[in-house]
């Protein structure tokens, strides 16, 4: 089956600092998704990226398909920031989980 | 609200005891998956439903398991004989539309610990 890797799998930043999260996958896929998930378990949607880039606010997103990674950044992360971010990749349907990479963003 | 929608949100069982899970997707979203997720892990997919129809199975859904759309809209995962190693959080997701990609939504997951 594919194999999603995330990196780093933590990371603490200093408020206002800026980061890049890393997610490799090891075949083609359709769909790729970024969540977050807050500390309810509520897994937020950031992006629905299967290629190209994206930018919402302080966030943004790029996948190179053909090179099978997508990168998500953060600039200016807050506490709000915090939590654990997951690349998620999908074909016929399911999606396939990465580890997470999670986030402590420090006043 | 119009998100997907789990109920309850936290159950507490016993083991041995079986337990149900309800999921209402956001209207007239015809994909319908469940998914597991364990403590310092990502979620692990479960089934998925087109429909009324269960298309898909991961090997995670051992036969104490079962899940069902009946008409289509709500759906319910139904736990048998609790084990210890079932406590996680049950995340259910939609999406919009018959095409193979697509993006799924999440609802708030029910948490499950059997004690």
């Known amino acids: 089956g594919i194999q999603v890797e995330q990196s780093p799998p933590d990371l603490i930043l200093q408020e206002g600092a800026n980061s890049t999260l890393r997610c490799n996958f090891s075949?083609?896929?359709?769909?790729l998704q970024w969540f977050h998930q807050n500390p309810w378990g509520q897994l937020i949607n950031l992006f629905y990226?299967?290629?190209g880039t994206k930018q919402n606010g302080r966030l943004s997103a790029t996948t190179v398909a053909t090179e099978r990674y997508s990168l998500l950044y953060i600039s200016s992360s807050q506490t709000t920031d915090s939590g654990v971010y997951f690349c998620?990749?999908?074909?016929?349907?399911?999606?396939?989980f990465g580890q997470g990479t999670e986030l402590s963003v420090k006043p | 609200d119009t998100g997907v929608s789990q109920n309850p949100r936290h159950k507490i069982t016993k083991r041995g005891q079986n337990v149900t899970f309800r999921c209402d997707p956001i209207?007239?979203?015809?994909?319908l998956y469940w998914y597991r997720q364990t403590l310092g892990q990502g979620p692990e997919f479960l089934t998925y439903?087109?429909?009324?129809?269960?298309?898909?199975k991961s090997r995670l859904l051992s036969d104490r398991f079962s899940a069902e759309r009946p008409k289509g809209s709500f759906s319910t995962l139904e736990i048998q004989r609790t084990e210890q190693g079932d406590s996680a959080m049950y995340l259910c997701?939609?999406?919009?539309?018959?095409?193979?990609?697509?993006?799924?939504?999440f609802g708030p997951g029910t948490r499950l610990t059997v004690l």
């Open positions: 997701a939609s999406s919009p539309s018959d095409v193979l990609s697509v993006l799924q939504f």
């Open positions: 075949d083609s896929v359709n769909n």
């Open positions: 990226i299967p290629s």
């Open positions: 998620a990749v999908g074909r016929q349907g399911k999606l396939i």
């Open positions: 209207s007239e979203h015809n994909r």
């Open positions: 439903f087109q429909n009324e129809a269960q298309l898909e």
